[in-house]
C-alpha cells in the first residue's frame, strides 16, 4: 500500500488529500498540522473549511484511508510520498518585505522531513512557492540526508475555493515537474499513478521542475490579468454608458478570449492572486528585469484603484458624507460558496467606510463575527502573521456590528454594499428592506448581482459596477 503524508491540513491540503483518499482507496492518506485545533476539526462533525461536497468525501473515507492527525514526525517517516502543502505568505519584515513570499513554513517543514526520514522520499511541493524553490528544498534535504534519496517534484494546485471538489474530481489538468533524471522520471511517474486513478492521462502534465514552478504563478496572474482588465474597463464604462455586463459578453463571445473570467466586480480577494502576483513581481526584479516587473504590479494597482473607487463612489454619491450613517455590507467572503475573508476586497471597503465615521451592520451567511473582527483590525500582509494581531479601538469596535440576518443588516441603514455574491442575496425581498430603510434608500451592488432597473422601480437609488445609472 502506497502510503501519503500531507503537511499542511489547509483549504489545499485538507480537500486534496479527502479526494485522493477517495479515488484510490489502496492508497494510505495522512494530512498532518502543527495546529491541534484544525486538526480537532478535521476529525469533528465540523470540519475547519466550508467547502460544497466536501462533508460528504471526507465521511466516505475518514477512518478508513484518510487520517488526520497531529503527529507530524511519525507519519512523515512512515510515507513514500510526502505532500508539502502549507502557507506560502506575503513577507512582512524583511528583504523583499511586502512582495517575497515567506518560505518559512516551507523550510521548516523540510528540516523536519530531513530528520525524521529513515527512508528514501517523494517530496511534491504543493504549497505555491517561488521558481527555483526546489533547488534551494532539495539542498536542504540532502544536507542531511545520511544517504537517503530525496525526490522532488512540483506539482501546483489550481482548485479554487467554492468548487474546490468539483476542481479535483475533474481538473483541467494536472501538473507535475521533475528533475530530468532517471530518478526524477521515476518519480514523476509514482505520481502519476495516483492521479490516473481519476484524471484522464492526456489531463496530465509532466514538465521540468521551473516550468511547473513557474506555470502556477503565470496561471494565477494571468486570471488575475483578465478580472483587472474587465475592471479597468468598468471605469470607462461608468463614464461613457456603456454596459460592463454587455462589453464582457461580446468580448468574450471571441473564442480566442472566452468567457470565463470577466465579471467585473469590486475588486480580486482571496489569499493568493495579490500575494503570487507579487512574488512575481518580486522574482522579475530580483532577475534584472523591470519592465517586466511593472507590467505584472499594474494588474495589483488596478485591483486597489478599483477598491477605492468604489468606496469614493459611496461617499460621494451620499453628499459627500457617510459620518454617522448606517451601511448595511451583505458578503464579507472574498467570494460565494466560502467562508474564506483572507484578502477579501470587503476589508479594504469597510475600512474606507470607517475612516470616514460610516456605522457598517454586517451579514455574511459563513463568517463569523469573531473572524470580521479580526480581519479589521489587521494592517494588510498581517492575517497570515498572528503575533501581529492587534485589537481593535474601541472606538472603531463600536462602529461595526455582525448580524445574522440580511433584513437585520439593512434596518435604518442609508445605504446597502453587495461585497459578496451569494445567490440569497439574489432573492431578497427588496421592497420589505426599502421599506425599512432611510431615505434616499442607496445600493452599491459591487458583484453586479441585482437587477438595478427592478431595484430602481421600488425607489432605491442604484450604482452598479461598470453600469449606467
Ligand atoms: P492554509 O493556511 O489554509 O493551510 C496551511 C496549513 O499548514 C496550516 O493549517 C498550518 O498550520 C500548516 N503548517 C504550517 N507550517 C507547518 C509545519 N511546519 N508543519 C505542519 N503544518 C504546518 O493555506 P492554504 O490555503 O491551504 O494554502 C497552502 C498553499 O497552497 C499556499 O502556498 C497557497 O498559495 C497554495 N494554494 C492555495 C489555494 C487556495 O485556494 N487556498 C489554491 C491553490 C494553491
Ligand atoms: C484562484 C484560482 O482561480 C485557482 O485556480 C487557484 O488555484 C487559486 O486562486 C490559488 O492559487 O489560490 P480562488 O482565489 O479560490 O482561486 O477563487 P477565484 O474564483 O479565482 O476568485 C478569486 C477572486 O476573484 C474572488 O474575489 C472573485 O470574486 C474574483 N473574481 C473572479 C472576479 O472579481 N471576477 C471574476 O470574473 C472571477
Known sequence: MVKICCIG?????????????????????????????RITAWNSEQLPIYEPGLDEVVKQCRGKNLFFSVDVEKHVSEADIIFVSVNTPTKTQGLGAGKAADLTYWESAARMIADVSKSD??????????????????KILTHNSKGIKFQILSNPEFLAEGTAI?????????????????????????LKAVYANWVPEERIICTNLWSAELSKLAANAFLAQRISSVNAMSALCEATGADVSQVAHA??????????????SVGFGGSCFQKDILNLVYICECNGLPEVANYWKQVIKVNDYQKNRFVNRIVSSMFNTVSGKKIAVLGF?????????????????????????????IYDPQVTEEQIQRDLSLNKFDWDHPAHL???????????????????????A???????????????????????????????????????QKLRDIGFVVYSIGKPL
Open 9 to 37: 491540513a489547509g483549504y489545499v491540503g485538507g480537500p486534496t488529500m479527502a479526494v485522493i483518499a477517495l479515488k484510490c482507496p489502496s492508497v494510505e492518506v495522512v494530512v498532518v498540522d502543527i495546529s491541534v485545533s
Open 121 to 138: 522520499k517523494i517530496v511534491v511541493e504543493k504549497s505555491t512557492v517561488p521558481v527555483k524553490t526546489a533547488e534551494a528544498i532539495e
Open 166 to 190: 468539483e476542481d479535483l474530481f475533474s481538473p483541467d489538468r494536472v501538473l507535475i515537474g521533475g528533475r530530468e533524471t532517471p530518478g526524477g522520471q521515476k518519480a514523476i511517474k509514482a
Open 251 to 264: 468580448v468574450g463571445k471571441d473564442t480566442r478570449i472566452g468567457a470565463k473570467f470577466l465579471n467585473a
Open 333 to 361: 467572503a472574498f467570494k460565494k460558496d466560502t467562508g474564506d475573508t483572507r484578502e477579501t476586497p470587503a476589508i479594504d471597503v469597510c475600512k474606507g467606510l470607517i475612516d470616514d465615521k460610516a456605522k457598517l451592520s
Open 390 to 412: 492587534q485589537p481593535l479601538s474601541p472606538a472603531s469596535k463600536k462602529d461595526i456590528t455582525v448580524v445574522w440576518d440580511a433584513y437585520e443588516a439593512t434596518k435604518n
Open 414 to 452: 442609508h445605504a446597502i454594499c453587495i461585497l459578496t455574491e451569494w445567490d440569497e442575496f439574489k432573492n431578497l425581498d427588496f421592497q420589505k428592506i426599502y421599506n425599512n430603510m432611510q431615505k434616499p434608500a442607496f445600493l452599491f451592488d459591487g458583484r453586479n448581482v441585482v437587477n438595478p
